[in-house]
């Protein structure tokens, strides 16, 4: 169970999301920590090994260890619940086994032995630990464990769970994190009872080590040794934790309730002071968004993360808005892009052309899209780095060259990576009609060029096989959006088609590969590194849910690399760069939407001091207003 504190959480659950959940590291098994503070400063034990509160490959750490943060309200109120929605169903709490559809925040009661914070992004802080020792060389690194983290059922946790709890992990996690990380570990040892050693191989990456390891949650050796429970099964509860919010009441399939655990450890951290306000968190599940909604309106759940334009544009007039009991805000969002769009199934014979792959992507015209459909709310994503200086843009610098030149003197990439602007969406003259012949005539060459010719019946085939392109989706929020995108087809001479199953179907299908053309969210963190290659590597690409257009790239493995080894920021920034480039080169990726803000609608008797900058957190720094509560209730503004 383990997750590094600052990556972006995987968009297959809620997009509303506590800070204990936004910064999960990308390629994450287990865990959500509460976020913690430390300083900015080093302190050396002897010549060799640095002992302090977290840890930072670049810059300084923002906070100190007693320091509260900068974007809570350390006075707020505790009480009242939080209710939000969530689509489908679920049959499990267990979100890191493929079997089952896991349940909405499902891990928000696990807790990690580091974290981040939402304002800080790039420093990791001791939480469950006090201090930790590493030497320069980053061989090896020892967590002072905290002797007073308590699980739920007040057992003490120790250095033996989280032994237990990292093991655990390699032994029946996820197998994407397993290929990627199994070879980088070489001995955890128990030194003392709240001590522990994490010892890495000659080949680990030495920049990522110490937040990998130290996103290792604590999980109770006790309880998953009486019970049973595997990581790899489902699970009809919570595995047992250490954190402030425990299953209270289920609904299988309808309804979650989770519960302030009053003899929750961590209250009294400065750390904590002014976060997890809430005495419970209600999720409610609906079949789709249009009934959610209008449960909405009747005030059965009280937030929404708004994800629909057209919602936006025009749902928001309703009774309960005009009278001021529900507040419409867009919030400030300053966290990398989500790199949301289509991806193809390279699996497929059929796309493994890239020609093939630029001529479908030519027939989704986001100009019409966005004028037409999203009522001009929303951007094109660019890149995996948007809103970053992570971002590749025009031609390659000098310092981009340097990385790219020496793959194509391998022949692992051509050579016009080295003179090309990187690769952008195509850009649509027409935004009154969803067709734009002028992109249809450059994707009918494309097929053309690439041996997928118009019969008399104008359908295009290949060897006698016919191009067929189905986009596979679960929301009936998209048929507005892909059904005049497989009428473009059409006219391309693709047999296209949508083909909307329910949540179990579109995961399992998603998991297993089955399917031509999925949705993806692909965007990535401040601080790349060996994550990536869960996300983009060749050893992810057989069976992984992070990795779901199966790209097998040795070019993309060696940057990988590269990006694991810098030691700088600029190297970072710079091979980063040319790793964006690249993968944008391949045309896996049909960019889809994103927005610059965060659109959310609340009753009004939620509060909150400010936006932290990488992250909206709700569930995290938000506080509930008893007396406008009591105000809406009587005005009759819940039913």
Same mark, same amino acid.
């Given at each position: 169970m383990h997750h590094h504190p600052k990556s972006r959480a995987v968009a297959e659950q809620l997009d509303v999301q506590a800070a204990r959940l936004k910064h999960w590291v990308m390629g994450s098994v287990i865990g959500v920590a509460a976020v913690w503070a430390g300083s900015s400063l080093f302190a050396e034990t002897d010549a060799s090994v640095i002992e302090s509160h977290g840890y930072v490959n670049f810059g300084e750490l923002k906070y100190g260890p007693d320091d509260v943060?900068?974007?809570?309200?350390?006075?707020?109120?505790?009480?009242?619940?939080?209710?939000?929605?969530?689509?489908?169903?679920?049959?499990?709490?267990?979100?890191?086994?493929?079997?089952?559809?896991?349940?909405?925040?499902?891990?928000?009661?696990?807790?990690?032995i580091l974290t981040s914070t939402l304002d800080d992004p790039?420093?990791?802080y001791c939480y469950l630990c006090t201090t930790l020792e590493y030497p320069e060389s980053r061989d090896w690194v020892i967590f002072n464990l905290r002797d007073d983290v308590k699980f739920w059922d007040g057992t003490f946790m120790d250095a033996e769970d989280i032994k237990y709890t990292f093991e655990l992990t390699l032994e029946q996690g996820i197998t994407e994190y397993r290929n990627v990380y199994s070879q980088f570990i070489d001995n955890v040892e128990v030194l003392d009872t709240h001590r522990i050693k994490f010892t890495f191989t000659d080949t680990a990456p030495r920049r990522d080590v110490v937040q990998w390891v130290g996103g290792t949650s604590a999980l109770s050796k006790d309880w998953f040794e009486?019970?049973?429970?595997?990581?790899?099964?489902?699970?009809?509860?919570?595995?047992?934790?250490?954190?402030?919010?425990?299953?209270?009441?289920?609904?299988?399939?309808?309804?979650?309730?989770?519960?302030?655990?009053?003899?929750?450890w961590g209250q009294k951290l400065p750390i904590n002071q002014g976060r997890s306000n809430f005495d419970t968190i209600r999720i409610e599940y609906f079949a789709d968004s249009g009934a959610a909604f209008e449960a909405f309106k009747s005030g059965a759940y009280t937030y929404r993360n708004e994800n629909s334009s057209i919602q936006w544009a025009t749902g928001y007039n309703f009774p309960g808005r005009e009278r001021g009991w529900v507040q419409v805000e867009e919030l400030p969002n300053g966290s990398i892009g989500t790199g949301q769009g289509f991806v193809f199934n390279l699996n497929k014979d059929?796309?493994?052309?890239?020609?093939? %792959?630029? &001529?479908?992507? /030519?027939?989704?015209?986001?100009? #019409? =899209?966005?004028?037409?459909?999203?009522?001009?709310?929303? *951007?094109?994503?660019?890149?995996?780095?948007?809103?970053?200086?992570?971002?590749?843009?025009?031609?390659?610098s000098e310092a981009e060259l340097a990385v790219l030149q020496p793959l194509v003197d391998e022949g692992l990439l051509d050579a016009e990576?080295?003179?090309?602007?990187?690769?952008?969406?195509?850009?649509?003259?027409?935004?009154?009609?969803?067709?734009?012949?002028?992109?249809? %005539?450059? &994707?009918?060459? /494309?097929?053309?060029?690439?041996? #997928? =010719?118009?019969?008399?019946?104008?359908?295009?085939?290949? *060897?006698?096989?016919?191009?067929?392109?189905?986009?596979?989706?679960?929301?009936?929020?998209?048929?507005?959006?892909?059904n005049p995108i497989v009428e473009n087809l059409k006219r391309l001479g693709v047999d296209a088609k949508l083909e909307r199953v329910d949540t179990s179907q579109f995961i399992e299908r998603r998991r297993s590969g089955e399917f031509d053309i999925?949705?993806?969210?692909?965007?990535?963190?401040?601080?790349?590194g060996q994550q990536l290659a869960q996300f983009f590597g060749s050893a992810a690409a057989d069976d992984s849910s992070r990795n779901p257009m199966r790209l097998r790239s040795d070019a993309v493995d060696r940057l990988i690399d590269v990006i694991v080894d810098a030691e700088t920021l600029e190297e970072l920034t710079t091979?980063?760069?040319?790793?964006?480039?690249?993968?944008?080169?391949?045309?896996?990726?049909?960019p889809q939407?994103?927005?610059?803000?965060?659109?959310?609608?609340?009753?009004?008797?939620f509060r909150f001091q400010e936006i932290p900058p990488l992250g909206l957190s709700p569930l995290d720094n938000w506080w509930y207003d008893a007396e406008a509560a009591e105000a809406l209730r009587a005005a009759g503004a819940f039913q």
């Open positions: 943060l900068a974007y809570v309200n350390p006075d707020a109120p505790k009480g009242g619940e939080f209710s939000q929605w969530a689509q489908g169903t679920f049959d499990s709490f267990n979100p890191y086994t493929r079997k089952g559809v896991s349940a909405a925040l499902a891990t928000i009661g696990y807790e990690g790039y420093g990791v009486e019970t049973g429970t595997r990581l790899d099964e489902t699970s009809d509860a919570p595995f047992m934790a250490t954190g402030a919010y425990r299953l209270d009441e289920v609904d299988i399939g309808r309804q979650i309730i989770y519960r302030y655990d009053p003899e929750w059929k796309f493994q052309d890239p020609l093939v %792959r630029e &001529a479908i992507s /030519l027939m989704v015209n986001f100009e #019409w =899209m966005n004028e037409t459909l999203f009522y001009g709310l929303y *951007d094109r994503p660019e890149s995996f780095w948007d809103n970053s200086d992570l971002k590749a843009a025009g031609v390659p990576i080295l003179t090309s602007e990187a690769v952008l969406p195509a850009v649509s003259a027409t935004s009154d009609r969803p067709l734009d012949r002028r992109q249809l %005539r450059a &994707a009918s060459a /494309l097929l053309d060029e690439a041996g #997928w =010719m118009a019969g008399d019946d104008g359908m295009r085939r290949k *060897d006698g096989e016919l191009l067929e392109v189905v986009f596979l989706e679960r929301s009936p929020q998209f048929d507005r959006i892909i999925v949705n993806a969210s692909l965007g990535q963190g401040f601080e790349p091979r980063t760069q040319a790793l964006d480039r690249v993968l944008r080169a391949e045309r896996f990726w049909i939407w994103q927005k610059g803000v965060h659109t959310v609608a609340y009753y009004d008797k």
